[in-house]
């Protein structure tokens, strides 16, 4: 399982959330644990 421990985007810490999806609150980039972002696959327009 590959956890992130700094967001990719801007360094800041990330924080997991009760849904163990890793959250960075500084620039709102998130990510399931373990996994990519899965916000591009979700959108279909
Ligand atoms: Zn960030």
Known sequence: ???????????SE???NSEN???CS???YWTKKGT???DS????A
Not at 4 to 10: A, Q
Not at 41 to 44: L, S
């Open 14 to 16: 990330l924080k997991t």
């Open 21 to 23: 999806i890793q959250v």
């Open 36 to 38: 990519a972002r899965l």
């Open 1 to 11: 399982m590959n956890l992130l421990k700094k967001c990719p985007e801007c360094n």
């Open 41 to 44: 696959i979700m959108i279909f």
């Open 26 to 28: 500084v620039c709102e």
